[in-house]
């Protein structure tokens, strides 16, 4: 069990570098998020990746291995293809609901996706599961989840958007993004 734990937080690691270039400036622009993901997963499908057909074999032997759960996820990641992506780190969801890292990482495909309701409500549930002892390591993804929380809410809930930056900056006083919008939120 304890190697899963460190080749979990090692894969979790790898996801903030891969998203963190990405993830800096929040998703502003409404698309049609379903045709984007649609032709993605078709294009993934049609290439074959064989990284994510040996990883789907080993899922179809063992449906509860979270690590090969995980790592299916983040291949899926990596070829944007973020329906299946989504899909799988739900999965994981339900297998460890306690795990705030699955619900981050769907936050991030959500936001790929262009899929703005539901990454707000996936960052939600991430600032949600992060447990005390676990804010530390967790600082910066806070920071940029309450971020992206009060940027969805500046419009429909001015008040709650403050609440949020302001903990957004408590996490990460240097985000220049959150400076910007604590200072029109807060003008």
Do not use: C, R
């Not at 998203?19 to 409404?30: C, H, R, V």
């Amino acid at each position: 069990m304890k190697m899963i734990k460190i080749s979990i937080k090692s894969l979790f690691l790898g996801l903030i570098f891969i998203g963190g270039a990405s993830a800096i400036n929040a998703q502003t622009t409404p698309t049609d998020s379903a045709k984007n993901t649609t032709t993605t997963a078709a294009t993934t499908q049609a290439t074959g990746n064989p990284t994510i057909d040996g990883l789907k074999k080993q899922i179809e032997a063992n449906p509860k291995d979270t690590d090969a759960l995980a790592k299916l996820a983040t291949a899926y990641q990596e070829a944007s293809d973020w329906t299946n992506a989504i899909d799988t780190w739900k999965k994981i969801s339900v297998l460890l609901p306690d795990w705030a890292p699955s619900y981050y990482s769907q936050a991030y495909a959500y936001q790929s996706a262009k899929d703005d309701a539901n990454a707000k409500l996936a960052y939600e549930k991430y600032v949600a599961t992060v447990k005390p002892e676990e804010v530390e390591q967790n600082k910066k993804n806070l920071a940029y989840a309450y971020f992206y929380i009060a940027f969805a809410e500046q419009q429909s809930n001015p008040d709650k958007a403050k609440e949020h930056i302001a903990k957004s900056l408590q996490y990460d006083p240097t985000n220049q993004d959150a400076i910007k919008l604590s200072k029109v939120l807060n003008s």
